[in-house]
Structures are given as C-alpha cells and as structure tokens.
C-alpha cells in the first residue's frame, strides 16, 4: 500500500507518535486513535496537570466536544463527512465516572447517524488525557 493512501489533517493535532491521521483502502476510512489535544500544542481542554505532568484534575465534558471536533476535522480533511462514519470504538479511563456523561454528549453529536459503537475501560493513555476514538467511516 502506498503512502498516497495516507491522510494527515492540517486542523487535527499532530500525531503523537509515527502514524497518520487516517488511512483509506477502497471505500473505508480508517483513523488513528483521535484524542481531545488540540493542534500545535500540547494543551488538553479541560485537563489541569501538577509540575511533573501527572493528573491533577480533568473535565471529561470537554474532553468529550475536543475529541469530537477532532474526529470531524480528520474525516473531513479525507473527503468524507461525520454522517458517514461507521463504527466507533471509545477508550474512556475511568468508566464509573465517566461514562454518563459521555454518553449524554455522545448521543449529541451521533443523534441523527448512529454508527456502531463499543466502550472499552483501560489504564492509561499515551498523553494525559481521559477519552480516545478510534473510527471507521466510508469516504466515495
């Protein structure tokens, strides 16, 4: 596969590591794990870090619209629309808490396309961020 079939947004924060944004083979778009950072920095909405960059307090609400407007640009930046996306894995790192909420803004921005969806709880992140999506859409 060629690097012709590569997509990397110049609205969507740079990835943290060697990968792009997405990738398209035939019909389906594939994106990289999309978090809440936003481009050009490495600020997290509603995340609040101590001097040694741990943690101190997060909004999992803001979070939620970064990631959200995030995934847009990049399916956007590809050719293919919100609308059009598929299927949606979510990593939250605190499922008790977090999931409410997330669910409310979810239901939101996916009231009118409701691709398929799995939640996964995990450990960490890479960054210090509390939510990740990892999406497939169509693109024509």
Request: hydrophobic content about 35%.
């Amino acid at each position: 596969m060629s690097k012709k079939n590569l997509i990397n947004s110049e609205k969507a924060p740079e990835p943290v590591g060697l990968y792009p944004h997405a990738r398209q083979v035939g019909n389906l778009l594939f994106l990289s794990g999309v978090g809440p950072r936003e481009r050009g920095t490495k600020k997290i909405p509603g995340v609040e870090l101590d001097e040694n960059g741990n943690i101190v307090s997060y909004d999992i609400e803001a979070q939620c619209h970064s990631v959200f407007k995030n995934v847009r640009l990049i399916v956007e930046s590809a050719g293919s629309s919100w609308d059009k996306i598929v299927d949606v894995t979510v990593f939250l790192t605190n499922m008790k808490d977090d999931f409410k909420t997330y669910n409310k803004i979810y239901a939101e921005y996916f009231a009118d396309n409701q691709p398929c969806r799995t939640t996964v709880e995990i450990s960490s992140l890479p960054t210090p961020i509390a939510i990740e999506l990892k999406v497939i859409a169509t693109i024509d």
